[in-house]
């Protein structure tokens, strides 16, 4: 026996050995590719960053989202962690027979304790098998290597049980209820023999071992990297959700070769910040974020999971082909592996170094079918941020090689020369007043001659200035401004474009030259509060501008007219008997967190009921306006705004709403698509607010 042990103390050391060195050769060569990346700085908030890791690492938060997938994780993350101290357990049997953990009386309880939670472990690999293979989820991937962490689990699990019932026979221990699976087992086999039931042990207590060793080496090579990489993403997640870095245009200290090789944006994978390819490998490939794609669902050629998933596999075998490292361990296993042949083969090397990210890895049609609706980083569990990714490569397009939709290139030329997408003329901005002279709606430069100030700069945005239909809302704002005597003011024909547009679509030089000119109008007005009826506009001066040396109170105009309600300077007091649902922007939910004030402005008024569409609040659709696609034709699959209606339709209501003139014109085209327009109404909530509160007979709007 002592030799016996001898050599399985030897065999255990090696082979164990052997899988840590292939575990830290692997770990280094994926930082070595992370390193290729440039570097990324970092704005510290530490605390911030802990709590985020307290609320999704460990709190399963965004996985809980979806119950039964959640739970089914929740059970095998803390089942595994706890799980390793039966591992130690049975580590100790092996090279030590007859002993264990040294818990004393509290050992039975321990046993027992491990066997529930071996137990736990196996019903959520059962579960997961018959999510994937059985209910076939569509978001979920089949095959042999999706299913192959269920096949290392459960041996993990079966090998621990079968051992600890053989350990039971072979030391003549008598079967218990402390470890009623392992006596299970023990009674199954008490016809052997002590030497038998030794033999037995150490077959279950080798296949546990190398189970557990080949998960540890094959976790940081598949998906499953997301153990490792997931709670750093999760720290490095940005402070602000959605928040587009800044492009430094200083060429002033290149010198003349440097220019030539100037590039803007994402061209090549190793334009990435390194911590975007944290991102990548990240990636759980449980296609949450492709499940509530707008442009995927209605059949677009997105994925933002199959983006993650091309670009990291084209990160993993360029860096391969860059560093020379194998990304694959050990490498005779993978011999055919696309990394390994690039990073021993010079040929291979060179065709991978000479791919175009976006053509060869990433189509033009799957950046361009974003709609920046965050939905996707919303869903994901490890918070992978696939919007940022995209406009990156966007940029690239756009400004490097100068590409964009033909479409979209007339809107940003019209937002250039007359600051609006329609290409209106600038000097007709500030007519919208005229179409309700009753409405007090004075300009900065009116105030200044009459040596009079201003609280609240009213920024009507390009929608409310010149599209016919968002006028209305622009106009039910200021006179609900009136009502409540609220000073402000708006700067007229000097007013210009926020730049979201451009900046989502990727044209950074020219959101920079928009967002200078406005910053000193800001500044030559002494503006410190705005408030805008437009979610992008909000978006960007609250969280982008200040990147550009400007700060202001910020307001959408529902936070305002939430207070003025609450504060009693608002009374809603004509019912409006309606059945209304609402729709969430995007740029005003989720980048910004503002779901309740528009609700409780709508509960607040009499008569109307709210009732919520399946998809609301944090998982809202995009009415696929956004990521400057309001100014093109959806050419395939179906649109987006259409779906939306649809899912509006479904709770039956008499009126839709929204707080975005954007969001209202994509659901008015859906109302007349599904030509409901004559039963289905819809209406901003500061038009209900007003129609409340003004008392004005006014009918629904289409």
């Not at 706890?82 to 040294?102: C, E, R, T, W, Y």
């Not at 406009?391 to 400004?399: A, G, K, P, T």
Request: proline share 3%.
């Amino acid at each position: 026996m002592d030799t016996f042990l001898i050599i399985n103390w030897i065999a255990f050391i090696a082979v164990t050995g052997y899988a840590l060195f292939l575990f830290a050769k692997v770990i280094a060569t994926r930082v070595a590719y992370i390193r290729l990346g440039k570097k990324s700085e970092f704005d510290g908030e530490i605390k911030l960053r802990i709590q985020r890791i307290i609320k999704n690492v460990f709190g399963q938060s965004k996985l809980l989202k979806d119950k039964k997938s959640g739970t089914i994780h929740v059970m095998m993350f803390y089942g595994f962690i706890l799980v390793q101290f039966g591992a130690i357990d049975m580590f100790i049997k092996g090279l030590s027979p007859g002993n264990h953990l040294p818990f004393g009386i509290f050992y039975p309880g321990f046993v027992f304790f491990q066997e529930l939670v071996t137990l736990m472990i196996l019903v959520a690999v059962v579960w997961a098998f018959y999510r994937r293979y059985m209910e076939k989820l569509v978001r979920l991937k089949r095959g042999l290597k999706a299913g192959l962490v269920l096949i290392f689990i459960g041996t993990l699990m079966i090998s621990v049980l079968f051992g600890n019932g053989m350990a039971l026979v072979w030391q003549g221990h008598e079967l218990t209820w402390t470890e009623p699976v392992a006596s299970i087992f023990g009674g199954l086999f008490g016809w052997a023999s002590a030497n038998t039931a030794m033999v037995l042990f150490y077959i279950a207590w080798w296949v546990h071992t190398i189970t557990l060793l080949t998960f540890l080496v094959y976790v940081p090579q598949s998906k499953h990297a997301h153990l490792i990489a997931a709670p750093i993403n999760v720290f490095l997640t940005k402070k602000v959700p959605g928040k587009l870095e800044k492009i430094d245009f200083d060429l002033e200290e290149m010198d003349e070769e440097s220019e030539e090789e100037i590039a803007f944006g994402v061209g090549k994978v190793e334009d990435f910040k390194q911590h975007q390819m944290v991102d990548f490998y990240a990636c759980v490939e449980c296609g949450r974020c492709t499940d509530v794609c707008p442009a995927s669902g209605t059949g677009k050629m997105l994925s933002p999971m199959d983006i993650m998933i091309k670009v990291r596999d084209h990160l993993t075998e360029k860096g391969a082909a860059v560093t020379g490292k194998s990304a694959w361990v050990p490498s005779y296993a993978f011999s055919g592996a696309a990394g390994n042949q690039a990073s021993a083969d010079n040929e291979a090397a060179a065709s991978v170094q000479s791919m175009s990210l976006i053509g060869d890895v990433i189509t033009e049609e799957e950046l361009a079918g974003c709609t920046t609706c965050r939905n996707c980083e919303d869903a994901c569990p490890v918070n992978n941020e696939h919007v940022g990714t995209i406009i990156d490569m966007r940029r690239y397009l756009v400004m490097t090689e100068g590409k964009m939709d033909s479409e979209i290139q007339r809107a940003v030329m019209n937002i250039e020369r007359q600051g609006n997408p329609w290409g209106l003329s600038k000097k007709d901005r500030i007519k919208w007043r005229e179409e309700d002279e009753s409405a007090y709606i004075p300009t900065v430069k009116e105030l200044k001659k009459e040596d009079k100030d201003f609280e609240y700069l009213f920024w009507v945005s390009s929608m409310g200035s010149f599209d016919s239909r968002s006028q209305k809302i622009a106009l039910s704002f200021a006179k609900l401004m009136n009502q409540a005597g609220i000073s402000f003011a708006i700067l007229g024909n000097t007013e210009a474009n926020s730049g979201d547009t451009a900046r989502r679509i990727g044209n950074e030089f020219l959101f920079q030259e928009i967002a200078e000119k406005n910053i000193k109008q800001f500044t030559k007005n002494d503006v410190t509060k705005i408030v805008t009826i437009d979610p992008h506009a909000y978006n960007i001066f609250k969280n982008e501008y200040p990147d550009f040396g400007f700060e202001a109170e910020v307001y959408h105009h529902t936070q305002l007219l939430y207070d003025l309600v609450m504060s009693g300077k608002l009374k809603p007091q004509k019912p409006i008997n309606e059945r209304l649902t609402y729709h969430d922007s995007c740029y005003l939910g989720r980048y910004n967190g503002v779901y309740d004030p528009p609700r409780e402005i709508l509960k607040a008024i009499p008569g109307l009921e709210l009732v919520e569409m399946d998809r609301s609040r944090e998982n809202g659709m995009c009415c696929g306006a956004g990521g400057g696609l309001m100014w093109t034709e959806e050419t395939t699959g179906n649109r987006i705004n259409v779906a939306r209606t649809e899912q509006a339709m479904q709770v039956q209501p008499s009126m839709i709403s929204s707080a975005c003139p954007y969001c209202l014109t994509m659901l008015s085209d859906g109302t007349k698509a599904k030509e409901v327009e004559e039963d289905i109404g819809t209406m901003d909530v500061a038009e209900i607010l007003a129609l409340s509160v003004l008392e004005k007979n006014e009918e629904k709007t289409a």
